[in-house]
């Protein structure tokens, strides 16, 4: 033991090294070697043990990558929606109410006004044929008189030729007169003709004059402005008001390449039954009015609008100003003027239509149905595209049929015959 450190060392003492002898030291070697032995055996045991489990390690690692790389991966999960027979669309447009016929009530002649017509007033209705306006024709019919007076002179005049031309031609005969005298008399007597074919036409221009001081309605219509006061001057082509036809009213429904494409032949609509909605208000918050009348496809327009491109429908509204309609609770009278929302009927159940959500067609117009989890490629005719959330596409030719699964999910380069995973939950 050292007496500093107080560490016991295995140095023999020297004065025992000094001494031993040749089998004493052999003996000390033996025993050395006995102790070098103790202390590196568990050193072996506990390299062992870390070399077994860095073997082990890195077993288990390469086995787990092995396994991960022999398991195939998992189809795509999609989200699907069902393909629904669509045996009757709507087309749904906007138009502004027109008259069919529009007047303006001038004067022919130039008068006093005499009297005006309790009815032609702003947002009156009248009937064909009433009196709206009386112009004064106080000095119509003088001229009437006199001009009738002329014609008495005329005919006497006539009367009075036509004694000569028979004398004449009496004497001719007789050869008393010559043939110059008899050509004088039928001269004179087809002059006094044309002086009594004036005097009558003057007659008929002067009554035509007084005629057209009567001022009626060429048509059932309502006033939709009236300036004519009893007592003013009245002058030739002057306005006096202004007349629209009750019996009908107008709108144009205009045709988007997309709906000439869903009727087929647009022509056909022309009989059709329109349904004749107000436009609601945004206070409203609906997406339509109610519906207050019905209109008839009159006509096809004969032309595309050069800002729209759009083919007009004429739509014709019977009585458009009544108050109320059978049928129509809702019913109201419609303004000029007035925008309306129309929808018109499509029967597609003869072209085997189907209708898709508006996610299930993909660019291209292309449609991937889904079947036992199979992808499969349909180019498609697309009919009718949706607006708004939730909005489906209308599918003619090459279309799945109704019941079918289509994917909606926007699968990144997705081929025909593509194994997928489709929700339990959808396929019930």
Not at 88 to 115: C, H, L, M, W
């Amino acid at each position: 033991i050292d007496s500093v450190t107080g560490v016991q060392t295995c140095a023999l003492p020297i004065w025992k090294a000094c001494c031993m002898t040749k089998d004493d030291t052999a003996d000390v070697d033996r025993s050395d070697d006995t102790a070098d032995q103790g202390r590196l055996w568990p050193w072996l045991v506990g390299g062992l043990i870390v070399l077994a489990i860095g073997a082990g390690g890195y077993w288990y690692l390469t086995r787990a990558d092995q396994t991960q790389e022999m398991a195939p991966p998992q189809p795509p999960l999609i989200e699907t929606g069902l393909v629904a027979e669509a045996a009757q669309v709507v087309i749904r447009q906007t138009g502004f109410v027109r008259p069919v016929s529009d007047v303006t009530v001038v004067s022919e002649i130039t008068a006093r006004i005499a009297s005006v017509s309790d009815s032609f007033t702003r947002g009156a209705t009248v009937a064909r044929g009433d009196v709206l306006v009386q112009l004064d024709t106080t000095r119509l019919q003088a001229e009437r008189q006199r001009a009738a007076a002329g014609i008495a002179q005329a005919e006497a005049v006539v009367a009075e030729a036509q004694i000569s031309v028979d004398r004449q031609r009496q004497l001719e005969e007789n050869n008393i007169a010559s043939e110059a005298t008899l050509q004088q008399a039928l001269v004179e007597l087809a002059t006094a003709d044309a002086a009594l074919q004036t005097a009558r036409a003057e007659r008929d221009l002067i009554q035509q004059r007084i005629d057209d001081a009567i001022i009626r309605a060429p048509f059932d219509a309502v006033v939709v402005q009236a300036t004519a006061d009893p007592g003013a001057l009245a002058t030739a082509g002057m306005s006096l008001g202004e007349l629209i036809a009750s019996a009908q009213a107008e709108v144009e429904m205009g045709l988007t390449p997309g709906d000439l494409a869903l009727l087929g032949d647009a022509q056909s609509a022309v009989g059709a039954t329109v349904r004749v909605l107000a436009v609601p208000s945004a206070a409203d918050g609906a997406a339509t009015g109610p519906r207050i009348a019905q209109g008839t496809v009159t006509a096809l327009g004969p032309q595309i609008d050069a800002q729209t491109r759009t083919v007009a429908l004429i739509v014709r509204i019977d009585d458009p100003f009544a108050t109320t309609r059978e049928g129509f609770p809702d019913a109201r009278p419609i303004r000029i003027g007035e925008l309306l929302t129309l929808e018109l009927s499509v029967d597609l159940s003869e072209r085997g239509a189907v209708s898709v959500p508006g996610r299930a067609v993909k660019s291209g117009d292309v449609v991937w149905r889904v079947a036992d989890g199979v992808l499969s490629r349909s180019e498609v005719d697309v009919l009718r595209r949706g607006t708004g959330e939730g909005a489906r596409v209308v599918l003619g030719a090459g279309a799945p049929a109704p019941g079918a699964r289509v994917m909606l999910t926007d699968l990144a380069a997705a081929t025909d015959g593509q194994d997928v995973r489709v929700d339990a939950a959808e396929e019930q």
